[in-house]
């Protein structure tokens, strides 16, 4: 990040500035002011600060245009409206190409926050002063969408099974070199524990991940014992806390396990990075011996090199190009959740398990499987095999009742009682009719 990198660079040309004309007594006070202050700017998220940055220099090449001068927190509420109405409707990429909806509410938003971290008292997004502004806005949005923008054409994509075996296949994730165990390892502890993109990966140190023994099966799993904070974990009082630990359990494919790839991946650490504090991820040693145990140096990885784990493993396994640019590693957690939603796993516990503050968030993680849509393809052509399966399924198939017992057989998931689980019910009668579809075939079900 480097323009982040000139934030403080500028930040720090500015204090000197100031401290240069202060007296004795006044530049130690300020000197503390100038600690806090980058302190406070230390903790905040990088990526922000590089888009609120990024969105000004629009602002200003735009106002340049309009032969407007003052910076933005100087300028009065109704001109400053007006500004930004002529703003939304003007701005374009430097290709000359309009931007997505959702790019122009982040200008908005950005500017909003560069005005409350100077001390201004408006706020574009909520002011009637700036009701003209955020309805051009709005309208701007709806016209770029009438154009058939909107349709997130970057955002990443949760991978297939296919595609995820033909990476193991493929030797991209395995226990045979560094670089393939290292990616293995981090693919199977961010879909365990619904990490972020490289956020959590690259905080990660050896001794937030442990491996522990499940007292009821004795089988090993991994923990995630430590997290070091994320956008919707501050360490605010009252803040969102995750309900349990995320835990990876050791599987009976062993060619799959994240158990054994993470005592591999620890057979071939330094000593010194078996230590709780060493970072988790390793740079790779490229000047070991054939024969050296340890693969790694006492080094983290680089933050760009664990940012771009999947996508390299994606093109070296020559997989999909045309969805080549789809696949990024925030692309195992869309997997994660997507897999989880799939699987008619409860909403609320696979939100626990993500670290998602809204289950509505969950909606944009998921959407229908490539077998969902052709199943609900074959359902609207009317294919004769899928009617007669989606009869079957509604129809209970038969019953039996002994000594006033009834015990219920066979119950499909989307028919009576979804989602119960149903043993059997004594001393009672029960008489259930259903219909559904056609009743000749029905019966010849119950024939059956």
């Given amino acids: 990040m480097e323009e982040s990198v000139d934030l403080h660079e500028e930040a720090s040309k500015e204090n000197e500035q100031t401290l240069a004309n202060l007296s004795p007594a006044e530049e130690a006070t300020s000197k503390d002011e100038v600690e806090i202050e980058k302190f406070l700017q230390e903790q905040k998220s990088k990526n922000t600060q590089y888009k609120t940055k990024s969105d000004l220099n629009a602002w200003k090449k735009f106002c340049e245009s309009q032969k407007e001068s003052r910076a933005i927190e100087n300028i009065p509420a109704n001109e400053l409206d007006l500004l930004l109405s002529k703003f939304f409707i003007s701005v374009r990429k430097q290709n000359g190409t309009e931007y997505e909806p959702g790019t122009l509410s982040g200008f908005q938003r950005s500017f909003q926050r560069y005005l409350h971290e100077k001390g201004s008292l408006i706020n574009i997004l909520r002011d009637n002063e700036f009701s003209r502004s955020r309805e051009v806005l709005a309208a701007k949005r709806k016209n770029l969408v009438r154009q058939g923008k909107g349709n997130c054409p970057n955002a990443t994509r949760e991978l297939t099974e296919a595609e995820e075996d033909a990476l193991f296949e493929n030797g991209q994730f395995g226990v045979h070199d560094p670089k393939s165990l290292q990616r293995a390892l981090w693919w199977f502890l961010s879909l365990h524990f619904g990490w972020r993109a490289r956020d959590e990966s690259r905080k990660l140190c050896w001794g937030d991940v442990g491996l522990a023994t499940d007292p009821e099966t004795d089988s090993e799993y991994l923990v995630w014992k430590s997290e070091r904070g994320s956008k919707t974990r501050t360490g605010q009082d009252g803040g969102h806390q995750r309900a349990f630990e995320p835990k990876a359990h050791a599987s009976n494919n062993k060619s799959r396990c994240p158990v054994e790839f993470y005592k591999a991946f620890r057979s071939h650490r330094s000593q010194a990075m078996l230590e709780p504090d060493a970072p988790f991820y390793l740079a790779i040693n490229h000047q070991r011996k054939p024969n050296d145990n340890v693969w790694y140096l006492d080094r983290p990885l680089g933050k760009n090199e664990i940012g771009k784990f999947l996508k390299d493993a994606f093109a070296a396994a020559k997989l999909d190009d045309t969805n080549k640019k789809k696949v990024s590693n925030h692309s195992v957690r869309k997997t994660s959740v997507g ?110």
């Avoid at 499987?369 to 989606?390: C, F, G, N, V, Y």
């Avoid at 039996?400 to 057989?409: E, I, R, S």
């Fill in 339 to 448: 897999r989880l939603l799939e699987a008619d796993v409860q909403p609320n516990f696979v939100a626990q398990l993500s670290g998602h503050k809204n289950l509505k968030s969950l909606d944009s993680y998921h959407s229908a499987s490539l077998k969902r849509q052709r199943e609900m393809s074959a359902i609207l052509s009317r294919e004769p095999s899928t009617s007669a399966q989606s009869e079957e399924n509604q129809v209970i198939t038969s019953t039996t009742t002994q000594q006033n017992v009834f015990t219920v057989q066979q119950i499909q998931p989307q028919a009576i009682f979804a989602g119960a689980h149903i043993d059997k019910f004594e001393g009672c009668t029960f008489n259930i009719n259903v219909f559904c579809g056609d009743q000749s075939k029905i019966a010849r079900l119950n024939e059956n």
